[in-house]
């Protein structure tokens, strides 16, 4: 084999291994300290998740006027 075809194999066998490390990590979420977490969990009302999406749209808009208010004064400065 030449060089590139080893480079690839032990870039595969890296991910390979990352994903198992991953795979390994998330086996356990339904046991031990996250149960209780993932048991005490509930759908939410329609008066909380219209709360939430209110809140949450308030945010996106505030952060993206921000974002454009600075655009704006560096076109002005710059």
């Known amino acids: ?5 080893q ?3 032990t870039v595969e066998d890296r991910l390979i291994e ?7 990590r998330f086996q356990g979420v339904g046991k031990g300290k996250y149960s209780r977490i ?3 969990a509930k759908k939410p ?9 209110l809140i949450a749209g ?5 952060l ?10 560096m076109q002005i400065v710059f």
């Open 38 to 40: 993932l048991k005490m």
């Open 7 to 9: 480079d690839k194999k």
């Open 64 to 73: 993206g006027l921000i974002g454009f208010i600075i655009y704006y004064i």
């Open 1 to 5: 084999m030449d060089k590139t075809t």
């Open 45 to 53: 009302t329609g008066e909380e998740y219209t709360k939430i999406s």
């Open 18 to 24: 990352q994903q198992e490390k991953i795979e390994r």
């Open 58 to 62: 308030v945010g996106i808009i505030l």
